[in-house]
């Protein structure tokens, strides 16, 4: 035998401990020995765990896996931990001098020095006194980063609201940038304000494996976006409709990840064009009577407006496959083929991840995009067995009946979603409220800062309260308040995912910004630009509570995953270095300003996890003994289990009875329960709030138009000088900014970032032969660049994207400016791609982002800063 | 006895790379000795991906992720080329090289033909993939690379135990080795290593219009008939043929039949668009 291994002890997990925790993409076990991370492993379901669903149809079941699929930067959690990008005291940039002088416009360029944590939050204490002296609260604008770190407590809409709405703030609003289209598009023609205009997937995942033939992913891809916190979680969904038989088309002008495992075809529009393919298909449906007509008269509103403008009566240009062809590049032959297939066969639209997401609706007239994909799948009776809209990435069996909040129900705060159930449930204590009015978007905030006055429409972006609230306009800033003077950042860097990324960097170096705090776990672009930077630790190094996937608030039940799983985030190891939780940080500085028992309610960070384990369902099943040593809770589906489709009570013309929360009363005339929330209670081909506010708006008119592109294949001059068209859609490897350019091992993946001489750069897709033609060979440097920017890339040549059209991920996180920060010649070598996308809104009244919308040139780089 | 072996259908691999990360996770500043030191941060795969892109037609692009690592070979090269004893074979058939007595051989890295011996600098050792024995040892049932999986395409177990899932897999179906004409026995097999396609598009002539439902044949002249129809684009696609010469035929009702000659090579094959003559 072998005598090498005889004499040395085994090794043995048994000295190691077990903690459970929750992250952005999945529940994990994480194995601790003397104080250090040994392992981190997705969590197993055992039988205590419930028995698993099982859905059967067409002769196949399908069972809840045993396992929680997790995204592959969180079996790299590890690595996260301890990266040397970890922050690891509090840093105040070298010449900042805050009784001196500031020197602003050398962000970005001078270096830190380690602080005591009493300094700094010293400096910070004073600094936010002198800003309400001297020009009130207002003057001080706040945003966390969107997704931060998984837990309810420690979540932005819980620790950092309630903070800052004691201190007060401006807030700055995010706006739902994923699915911009469906915001500001779908829901006028179907409601949905409060799930920010997508649309529920209740028990849509049986559904389609009992009754779909074909699935439309249009701009879609799943395997990517996944429906946000699920990733993995869903593939085996689509492995099992494949197994059934079910048909996948994609539309994409790049083969996708989930078409190049999946697809049976593949059709390619021009980005930008996708509104000219499917009014070429409504064209076909009307002339061929392949629609259904029966329902478009009960259930819809406005049909011969939209047949109008499709036949070309309105504008005397018939919507042909012809016409479509010339526009989209796709064959009229096979749009007539998809449109006869899809009217004939029972049909489920993707249109967009989740659904929603998706170059195509984050880009110039986006809206227009969202609109016509609701139309399209109610032309052919939404609601009906096999026909829905649904992305594949939600609605597996689940009992919502059983209550535990999610992180739009705003935690500690009592803000966002939480007055609706956390509230009634005594959580917290005492709510607060913001005082300050003023708001601004984020989409305009850095020229707010430094070139106020700046006018959008629509205020609290991700507070779906009603399809009016876009209209409004607002002026920043807001009568009688301050401009911003101060910005106080908490989370990672999003600045790579903000469009014209310049912008933001020029911002930060503006004389306007007295003071920045940023506070988060990595020595990152956005703490590179600021004044003092306090170390945050990560969600292993604290205490929280949180369900996977969780959302609730605008995404309710929008969950990708197979199991609802309850998670006590436990503390797994000690703060790294000097840093310190974001609930810890705040209530220091809660106590300087003298509100710590306010803020902190007598509680600590586990206290607050047992209240809100306590107001949860979780008691009637589970002790908080047996809860704390097990670590999770598995809801179980009942036995009696019956399915309540998303929109067949719509299509049956009952009384809605999924766990939906709208429609409500606000936006509807009457509250009749079996209707919609559009002033019809029906789907609305011709849409009576867009009527209502403005019938003669060209850019978003009451019936959904194909725009062309203010920056696209037909802008012949700027096509000249920049003649490819970029889309950058969700990275597939990191979560946006996050967990990408940290040292981290998803950076060794090559559809991510490419190492070469020494530098991970980030990715960019070119069809041979546009590569070719600029003598660009795969794996060589190259400047991506326009007016706006200019980004170097390393090429990964690939048939999967068309010719004329180049593709890279959006948001990366690793802003490297060769050059003087934020000017549009600087190139970025970090591969930050928005700096070269546009900050036009969507359109005019919409202020959404249009990263599908932007021209550039590339050419082989050769060395040399500029 | 027990012989370890991983299966891993190539069908169900979406390319997530959770096994190329959780092996990291498992190796990056753990020493599991004697099995294995530590892995270096970066640099190492002991398990990675291969990709394969095939344009199977320009409406289609297939991607087949292939999981490469250590083959475990029960004739391995790397064992014979290992001084010193410094490679052996367990009697569950995990090949190990000793971190200890494999200081300084270099040469071991070459002596893979697969490329999954990997060099620590620092440590001056080469070093691969262990079916985390130390965690078999300690009776986990899988290694970390199989349990990662989000759709379980990989399985692991013995293949000396008939009832074991890899034993019942691989007798249902041909396992595939990759290289076979290395010759080195390997006990990682797969099921959908690529291979060649050959594809076209029908159109009906008179109506420029797809030409759906068409039927297919394909007759190989090393022997072997297929049937298939087009889709509603009128698309067909014969999947995993071996290269070689075949003649293709096309018979849609009410149009001349058609018949077409192919040399499908080692990848895929696309024949364009076949245009049909109404016979009328």
Same mark, same amino acid.
């Given at each position: 035998m072998k005598k090498e291994a005889k004499n040395t002890a085994r090794y043995t997990t048994k000295g190691e401990q077990r903690f459970v925790n929750c992250t952005l993409?999945?529940? @994990?076990?994480?194995?601790?020995?003397?104080?250090?991370?040994?392992?981190?492993?997705?969590?197993?379901?055992?039988?205590?765990?419930?028995?698993?669903?099982?859905?059967?149809?067409?002769?196949?079941?399908?069972?809840?896996?045993?396992?929680?699929?997790?995204? !592959?930067?969180?079996?790299?959690?590890?690595?996260?931990?301890?990266?040397?990008?970890?922050?690891?005291?509090?840093?105040?940039?070298?010449?900042?001098?805050?009784?001196?002088?500031?020197?602003?416009?050398?962000?970005?360029?001078?270096?830190?020095?380690?602080?005591?944590?009493?300094?700094?939050?010293?400096?910070?204490?004073?600094?936010?006194?002198?800003?309400?002296?001297?020009?009130?609260?207002?003057?001080?604008?706040?945003?966390?980063?969107?997704?931060?770190?998984?837990?309810?407590?420690?979540?932005?809409?819980?620790?950092?609201?309630?903070?800052?709405?004691? @201190?007060?703030?401006?807030?700055?609003?995010?706006?739902?940038?994923?699915? =911009?289209?469906?915001?500001?598009?779908?829901?006028?023609?179907?409601?949905?304000?409060?799930?920010?205009?997508?649309?529920?997937?209740?028990?849509?995942?049986?559904?389609?494996?009992?009754?779909?033939?074909?699935?439309?992913?249009?701009?879609?891809?799943?395997?990517?976006?996944?429906?946000?916190?699920?990733?993995?979680? %869903?593939? %085996?969904?689509?492995?099992?409709?494949?197994?059934?038989?079910?048909?996948? @088309?994609?539309?994409?002008?790049?083969?996708?990840?989930?078409?190049?495992?999946?697809?049976?075809?593949?059709?390619?529009?021009?980005?930008?064009?996708?509104?000219?393919?499917?009014?070429?298909?409504?064209?076909?449906?009307?002339?061929?009577?392949?629609?259904?007509? =029966?329902?478009?008269?009960?259930?819809?509103?406005?049909?011969?407006?939209?047949?109008?403008?499709?036949?070309?009566?309105?504008?005397?240009?018939?919507?042909?496959?012809?016409?479509?062809?010339?526009?989209?590049?796709?064959?009229?032959?096979?749009?007539?083929?998809?449109?006869?297939?899809?009217?004939?066969?029972?049909?489920?639209?993707?249109?967009?991840?989740?659904?929603?997401?998706?170059?195509?609706?984050?880009?110039?007239?986006?809206?227009?995009?969202?609109?016509?994909?609701v139309?399209?799948?109610?032309?052919?009776?939404?609601?009906?067995?096999?026909?829905?809209?649904?992305?594949?990435?939600?609605?597996?069996?689940?009992?919502?009946?059983?209550?535990?909040?999610?992180?739009?129900?705003?935690?500690?705060?009592?803000?966002?979603?939480?007055?609706?159930?956390?509230?009634?449930?005594?959580?917290?204590?005492?709510?607060?409220?913001?005082?300050?009015?003023?708001?601004?978007?984020?989409?305009?905030?850095?020229?707010?800062?430094?070139?106020?006055?700046?006018?959008?429409?629509?205020?609290?972006?991700?507070?779906?309260?009603?399809?009016?609230?876009?209209?409004?306009?607002?002026?920043?800033?807001?009568?009688?308040?301050?401009?911003?003077?101060?910005?106080?950042?908490?989370?990672?860097?999003?600045?790579?995912?903000?469009?014209?990324?310049?912008?933001?960097?020029?911002?930060?170096?503006?004389?306007?910004?007295?003071? !920045?705090? %940023?506070?988060?776990?990595? %020595?990152?672009?956005?703490?590179?630009?600021?004044?003092?930077?306090?170390?945050?630790?990560?969600?292993?190094?604290?205490?929280?509570?949180?369900?996977?996937?969780?959302?609730?608030?605008?995404?309710?039940?929008?969950?990708?995953?197979?199991?609802?799983?309850?998670?006590?985030?436990?503390?797994?190891?000690?703060?790294?270095? =000097?840093?310190?939780?974001?609930?810890?940080?705040?209530?220091?500085?809660?106590?300087?300003?003298?509100?710590? =028992?306010?803020?902190?309610?007598?509680?600590?960070?586990?206290?607050?996890?047992?209240?809100?384990?306590?107001?949860?369902?979780?008691?009637?099943?589970?002790?908080?003994?047996?809860?704390?040593?097990?670590?999770?809770?598995?809801?179980?589906v009942k036995k009696d289990y019956k399915p309540r489709q998303a929109f067949r009570w719509f299509y049956e013309d009952r009384e809605m009875d999924t766990w939906d929360w709208g429609p409500g009363i606000v936006d509807r005339p009457v509250n009749n329960k079996k209707g919609l929330a559009t002033p019809t209670g029906k789907i609305e081909f011709e849409s009576q709030t867009l009527k209502r506010f403005d019938p003669d708006d060209k850019e978003r008119p009451p019936v959904p138009h194909y725009i062309a592109s203010w920056e696209g294949h037909t802008t012949a001059e700027l096509l000249r000088k920049y003649p490819l068209q970029l889309i950058s859609p969700h990275p597939r490897f990191s979560f946006h900014s996050q967990f990408d350019a940290k040292g981290l091992w998803n950076d060794e993946i090559a559809h991510h970032r490419r190492l070469k001489d020494g530098y991970r750069y980030w990715v960019v897709r070119m069809n041979p032969e546009d590569a070719q033609r600029r003598d660009i060979a795969d794996g060589d440097i190259v400047r991506i660049y326009n007016d706006r920017g200019a980004v170097l890339a390393i090429v990964t040549v690939t048939h999967r994207i068309i010719s004329g059209v180049v593709h890279s991920f959006s948001s990366g996180g690793g802003y490297d400016p060769m050059g003087e920060p934020g000017d549009p010649k600087t190139i970025d070598r970090g591969g930050t791609i928005n700096q070269v996308t546009s900050s036009r809104f969507i359109s005019q009244n919409c202020p959404g982002m249009a990263p599908g919308s932007c021209l550039v040139e590339i050419e082989k780089w050769r060395g040399g800063s500029d | 006895m027990t012989r370890y072996a991983v299966v891993r259908d190539l069908n169900y691999c979406i390319g997530c790379y959770n096994c190329q990360i959780a092996c990291k996770d498992e190796h990056v500043r753990n020493d599991f000795l004697p099995i294995t030191k530590s892995q270096p941060t970066f640099g190492h795969f002991w398990i990675g991906i291969k990709e394969v892109e095939q344009v199977i037609s320009p409406s289609r692009i297939k991607v087949t992720y292939i999981p490469v690592s250590c083959q475990h070979c029960s004739e391995a090269p790397c064992v014979k080329a290992a001084r010193n004893g410094a490679i052996y074979r367990r009697p569950d058939g995990i090949v190990i090289i000793d971190p200890v007595k494999a200081i300084g051989q270099k040469q071991l890295v070459e002596a893979c033909p697969y490329g999954s011996i990997f060099w620590n600098e620092e440590e001056n050792l080469p070093q691969k993939c262990t079916f985390c024995a130390h965690l078999v040892d300690d009776g986990w049932t899988e290694p970390r690379c199989v349990q990662s999986c989000p759709t379980n395409c990989m399985i692991f177990g013995d293949l000396d135990d008939p009832n074991s899932k890899v034993s019942k897999l691989l007798a249902e179906r041909k396992g595939e080795v990759r290289h076979p004409e290395f010759n080195t026995k390997p006990n990682v097999f797969y099921f959908g290593l690529p291979k060649s396609s050959l594809s076209g598009t029908i159109i009906y002539g008179d109506k420029n219009e797809c030409a759906g439902e068409v039927p297919v044949t394909l007759t190989a002249q090393a022997g072997g008939k297929w049937e298939t129809q087009t889709d509603f684009f009128g698309d067909f696609v014969f999947d995993r043929l071996d290269a070689g010469e075949y003649t293709v035929g096309f018979d849609a009702p009410g149009y001349h039949r058609q018949i077409h000659e192919v040399t499908v090579k080692g990848d895929t094959c696309y024949i364009g668009e076949i245009i049909l003559r109404s016979s009328k």
């Amino acid at each position: 035998m072998k005598k090498e291994a005889k004499n040395t002890a085994r090794y043995t997990t048994k000295g190691e401990q077990r903690f459970v925790n929750c992250t952005l993409s999945g529940p @994990v076990h994480i194995y601790v020995k003397e104080g250090e991370i040994v392992r981190v492993t997705p969590l197993f379901y055992s039988n205590d765990d419930g028995e698993p669903w099982t859905l059967k149809a067409r002769g196949r079941t399908f069972t809840r896996p045993n396992k929680g699929a997790l995204a !592959c930067w969180v079996h790299g959690l590890k690595q996260y931990v301890y990266t040397k990008h970890r922050l690891l005291t509090p840093l105040k940039r070298v010449d900042f001098d805050p009784d001196g002088k500031r020197n602003p416009q050398n962000r970005g360029k001078s270096g830190y020095e380690p602080i005591r944590w009493e300094e700094a939050l010293n400096i910070v204490t004073k600094e936010i006194i002198r800003l309400k002296r001297e020009y009130g609260p207002s003057a001080i604008a706040v945003t966390g980063s969107s997704h931060g770190t998984w837990g309810n407590i420690g979540y932005r809409m819980s620790a950092l609201d309630r903070f800052w709405n004691l @201190v007060g703030c401006t807030w700055i609003d995010h706006d739902p940038d994923s699915w =911009e289209g469906f915001f500001w598009g779908a829901m006028h023609q179907w409601g949905f304000y409060w799930r920010l205009g997508q649309p529920p997937a209740y028990d849509l995942l049986e559904e389609t494996f009992k009754h779909t033939d074909m699935i439309v992913f249009w701009g879609a891809d799943p395997n990517n976006t996944s429906g946000d916190y699920g990733w993995n979680e %869903n593939d %085996n969904w689509r492995f099992h409709m494949k197994k059934l038989g079910i048909k996948f @088309v994609f539309i994409d002008p790049f083969c996708n990840y989930t078409a190049v495992i999946s697809a049976d075809k593949w059709l390619t529009p021009r980005p930008g064009t996708d509104c000219a393919l499917a009014l070429a298909i409504a064209f076909v449906w009307i002339t061929e009577g392949l629609y259904d007509k =029966e329902y478009v008269k009960t259930h819809t509103y406005g049909f011969e407006k939209w047949k109008a403008y499709v036949l070309g009566e309105e504008d005397g240009v018939p919507k042909t496959p012809k016409w479509a062809e010339e526009i989209s590049g796709v064959k009229a032959r096979d749009i007539i083929a998809l449109a006869r297939e899809w009217g004939t066969k029972r049909t489920t639209l993707a249109a967009g991840g989740r659904s929603g997401m998706g170059h195509p609706g984050r880009a110039a007239f986006g809206h227009e995009w969202a609109r016509m994909m609701v139309l399209l799948i109610t032309m052919q009776g939404l609601g009906k067995p096999g026909v829905n809209m649904y992305s594949t990435t939600s609605g597996a069996p689940a009992d919502w009946g059983f209550y535990f909040p999610g992180y739009a129900d705003g935690g500690i705060s009592g803000g966002s979603s939480g007055p609706r159930e956390l509230g009634p449930r005594g959580f917290p204590d005492r709510p607060v409220q913001g005082q300050i009015r003023q708001r601004i978007n984020r989409s305009v905030f850095p020229e707010a800062v430094t070139e106020p006055p700046v006018t959008w429409r629509g205020v609290y972006g991700f507070y779906g309260q009603s399809a009016q609230q876009q209209f409004a306009k607002f002026t920043f800033p807001f009568e009688g308040y301050s401009a911003i003077k101060m910005l106080y950042r908490q989370g990672s860097s999003y600045i790579g995912t903000m469009m014209d990324t310049n912008r933001w960097v020029r911002m930060y170096r503006h004389p306007n910004l007295e003071f !920045c705090v %940023n506070q988060t776990i990595f %020595n990152e672009p956005e703490a590179r630009l600021s004044d003092i930077v306090l170390p945050v630790c990560t969600n292993l190094e604290r205490w929280d509570i949180g369900e996977w996937a969780r959302i609730s608030g605008y995404s309710l039940h929008l969950s990708p995953v197979n199991a609802r799983v309850i998670v006590l985030q436990q503390k797994c190891i000690e703060p790294l270095g =000097e840093s310190k939780s974001d609930y810890q940080i705040f209530t220091l500085l809660a106590e300087r300003l003298g509100v710590k =028992e306010q803020f902190t309610e007598g509680r600590d960070e586990l206290q607050w996890v047992k209240r809100m384990y306590e107001i949860s369902d979780l008691p009637k099943v589970i002790s908080w003994e047996e809860f704390q040593k097990k670590g999770y809770y598995v809801v179980p589906v009942k036995k009696d289990y019956k399915p309540r489709q998303a929109f067949r009570w719509f299509y049956e013309d009952r009384e809605m009875d999924t766990w939906d929360w709208g429609p409500g009363i606000v936006d509807r005339p009457v509250n009749n329960k079996k209707g919609l929330a559009t002033p019809t209670g029906k789907i609305e081909f011709e849409s009576q709030t867009l009527k209502r506010f403005d019938p003669d708006d060209k850019e978003r008119p009451p019936v959904p138009h194909y725009i062309a592109s203010w920056e696209g294949h037909t802008t012949a001059e700027l096509l000249r000088k920049y003649p490819l068209q970029l889309i950058s859609p969700h990275p597939r490897f990191s979560f946006h900014s996050q967990f990408d350019a940290k040292g981290l091992w998803n950076d060794e993946i090559a559809h991510h970032r490419r190492l070469k001489d020494g530098y991970r750069y980030w990715v960019v897709r070119m069809n041979p032969e546009d590569a070719q033609r600029r003598d660009i060979a795969d794996g060589d440097i190259v400047r991506i660049y326009n007016d706006r920017g200019a980004v170097l890339a390393i090429v990964t040549v690939t048939h999967r994207i068309i010719s004329g059209v180049v593709h890279s991920f959006s948001s990366g996180g690793g802003y490297d400016p060769m050059g003087e920060p934020g000017d549009p010649k600087t190139i970025d070598r970090g591969g930050t791609i928005n700096q070269v996308t546009s900050s036009r809104f969507i359109s005019q009244n919409c202020p959404g982002m249009a990263p599908g919308s932007c021209l550039v040139e590339i050419e082989k780089w050769r060395g040399g800063s500029d | 006895m027990t012989r370890y072996a991983v299966v891993r259908d190539l069908n169900y691999c979406i390319g997530c790379y959770n096994c190329q990360i959780a092996c990291k996770d498992e190796h990056v500043r753990n020493d599991f000795l004697p099995i294995t030191k530590s892995q270096p941060t970066f640099g190492h795969f002991w398990i990675g991906i291969k990709e394969v892109e095939q344009v199977i037609s320009p409406s289609r692009i297939k991607v087949t992720y292939i999981p490469v690592s250590c083959q475990h070979c029960s004739e391995a090269p790397c064992v014979k080329a290992a001084r010193n004893g410094a490679i052996y074979r367990r009697p569950d058939g995990i090949v190990i090289i000793d971190p200890v007595k494999a200081i300084g051989q270099k040469q071991l890295v070459e002596a893979c033909p697969y490329g999954s011996i990997f060099w620590n600098e620092e440590e001056n050792l080469p070093q691969k993939c262990t079916f985390c024995a130390h965690l078999v040892d300690d009776g986990w049932t899988e290694p970390r690379c199989v349990q990662s999986c989000p759709t379980n395409c990989m399985i692991f177990g013995d293949l000396d135990d008939p009832n074991s899932k890899v034993s019942k897999l691989l007798a249902e179906r041909k396992g595939e080795v990759r290289h076979p004409e290395f010759n080195t026995k390997p006990n990682v097999f797969y099921f959908g290593l690529p291979k060649s396609s050959l594809s076209g598009t029908i159109i009906y002539g008179d109506k420029n219009e797809c030409a759906g439902e068409v039927p297919v044949t394909l007759t190989a002249q090393a022997g072997g008939k297929w049937e298939t129809q087009t889709d509603f684009f009128g698309d067909f696609v014969f999947d995993r043929l071996d290269a070689g010469e075949y003649t293709v035929g096309f018979d849609a009702p009410g149009y001349h039949r058609q018949i077409h000659e192919v040399t499908v090579k080692g990848d895929t094959c696309y024949i364009g668009e076949i245009i049909l003559r109404s016979s009328k």
